[in-house]
């Protein structure tokens, strides 16, 4: 039996699929048969949409990265190189 080429899915499908499979309107293997995907994989992207779903509701803000002032990055090369 040949083997499937590797799919990869957008986050967009995976959503579409853990929301499904959170509902339980349809039992794992009716949504795999449904989405044609394993059933491991449909718990998989549940769990994940469980597991990331309190960050959600944080009540602080993550912390960003701080901004990069590019020009004056640029400007430190030049000088860099000049000397």
């Known amino acids: 039996m040949a083997r ?3 799919r990869n899915h957008s986050a967009v499908f995976k ?3 853990a929301l499904a499979a959170l509902k339980g309107d349809k039992t794992m ?3 795999a ?3 044609d995907l394993h059933p491991n994989q ?3 992207w549940k769990d994940q949409l469980l597991d990331g779903v309190t960050d959600v509701f944080e009540d ?3 912390s960003k990265e ?3 002032d590019i ?7 030049g000088q860099l190189t000049l000397e």
């Open 33 to 35: 048969t449904q989405f």
């Open 42 to 44: 449909i718990k998989q």
């Open 4 to 6: 499937r080429p590797r």
């Open 71 to 77: 020009t004056s990055l640029h400007a430190k090369i």
């Open 66 to 68: 701080p901004e990069i």
């Open 15 to 17: 959503a579409k699929v």
């Open 60 to 62: 602080w803000p993550k």
């Open 29 to 31: 293997s009716e949504l």
